[in-house]
């Protein structure tokens, strides 16, 4: 009866956002999340009934609300209190955070430590496989850092991989679920980020973390490569405790640094608490309707709804392709409808004029290449893939459909 309410409830509300009608946040439950994730407040649901409804509506309502969940996002975080708040915590916490991680719908670390919407950047790509000598992914990461390294801030890199305690098949699957395979890359990201910005680590800090998906919780690597700090296993009682663990784990981690990794740190385990209060049967496999290719994703701040792929490495037929086969079997095990996907394509602009023609370009090609793969490879969802091209302007995140 719940979910039933729930459905109709959100009927209703997509069909007051056709008709003009402005969506109440502190009314509409599939709104809460917004605001606690662009507030930074406390921990937001994993399973909660709205979102159950939402995936099983039909492939356009479901396309429907999600233009709506990014046109509220937008104006959420151009609203005053979000500004507040992001400059707020920047002022605290100078260090500036990339995450280097899967596609995989069910990581989403700002969710996972409790932090506002843009303070970490995703970088995404199938099994979270990165290479410095990627030309585009190398560019990428050097602008970021240089920039940051222009306005005096130091950066903070997370280079992710997951896993599932409770069953290997619920693992990385772009790894083949071998999870021994998928640290070991993480570790040989971690040097060749060393060789490309230093191994003194007094500006750029990689750091290799575990992501176990069962109960979203980080496991942190020290820096000898040997000793870890499985945050599942600390309880809020060993808070206090936090600041030595991180000095044995990181002696070499610069003072700020350290400072602005704890946050983070006492984040994951609130949530890891309340994700063991919840019912989290549903949310420990695949349920993602979306695959999207390109940059500019921030604004879809919610777990396990896509299949998120970052145009950086030199072959993207592979990481299409297993998203795919993702969708297919989400469909096939009926954890989704089979009436259709969406496929989405995003590229970012600074500016308006060339910058934002050249998106417009990018997110036309990525979108054609990306249906051609997928059409190629699962002949039996050809047929469902919803097109939506995009491009998003970084100030504002705004998201604009183009044709």
């Not at 790894?175 to 971690?190: E, F, P, Q, S, V």
């Not at 695949?286 to 777990?303: D, K, S």
Request: charged content about 25%; proline content about 5%; glycine content about 6%.
């Amino acid at each position: 009866m719940e979910g039933e309410r729930s459905l109709r409830k959100v009927s209703v509300l997509l069909s007051q956002a056709k008709q003009g009608r402005e969506l109440i946040l502190k009314s509409a439950p599939i709104s809460q999340p917004l605001r606690y994730i662009l507030m930074g407040n406390s921990t937001v649901p994993q399973a909660n009934p709205d979102s159950i409804a939402i995936r099983n509506l039909p492939i356009q309502q479901r396309i429907d609300w999600l233009m709506e969940h990014a046109r509220r996002y937008a104006q959420l975080y151009q609203s005053p209190e979000s500004f507040l708040a992001r400059e707020r915590y920047s002022a605290k916490h100078d260090t500036a955070i990339i995450a280097l991680k899967c596609m995989d719908g069910r990581l989403n670390l700002s969710v996972a430590t409790n932090t506002p919407a843009g303070i970490i950047q995703p970088i995404r790509n199938l099994g979270g496989r990165f290479d410095m000598g990627w030309p585009h992914f190398g560019e990428v990461m050097t602008e970021q850092i240089q920039h940051m390294v222009r306005h005096g801030r130091r950066t903070l890199i997370l280079i992710n991989y997951h896993y599932s305690k409770g069953d290997q098949h619920r693992g990385c699957a772009g790894w083949g679920y071998n999870t021994d395979a998928a640290r070991d890359h993480a570790l040989r990201t971690k040097r060749q980020v060393e060789e490309v910005f230093g191994s003194v680590h007094s500006t750029v800090y990689p750091l290799v973390c575990g992501f176990e998906t069962d109960e979203d919780a980080l496991v942190l690597h020290g820096s000898n490569h040997r000793d870890t700090l499985d945050l599942s296993t600390v309880s809020a009682q060993d808070l206090a405790s936090l600041p030595a663990s991180l000095s044995r784990l990181y002696p070499d981690i610069p003072e700020e640094m350290q400072e602005d990794l704890l946050p983070l740190i006492q984040g994951n385990i609130t949530h890891i608490e309340e994700v063991r209060k919840s019912d989290r049967t549903l949310e420990i496999v695949h349920h993602e309707w979306m695959i999207g290719i390109g940059r500019g994703f921030h604004w879809l701040h919610m777990p396990n709804l896509a299949l998120i792929i970052g145009p950086y490495s030199p072959e993207l037929a592979d990481p299409l392709s297993k998203a795919g086969g993702i969708i297919a079997a989400n469909m096939r095990d009926e954890r989704i409808p089979d009436d259709g996907f969406l496929l989405l394509s995003v590229a970012p602009y600074q500016e308006v004029g060339v910058d934002r023609a050249r998106a417009t370009l990018k997110s036309r090609f990525m979108a054609e290449f990306a249906a051609h793969i997928i059409r190629s490879d699962h002949a039996k969802i050809a047929d469902k893939i919803n097109i939506r091209k995009a491009v998003l302007s970084w100030h504002t995140r705004a998201l604009e459909l183009i044709v």
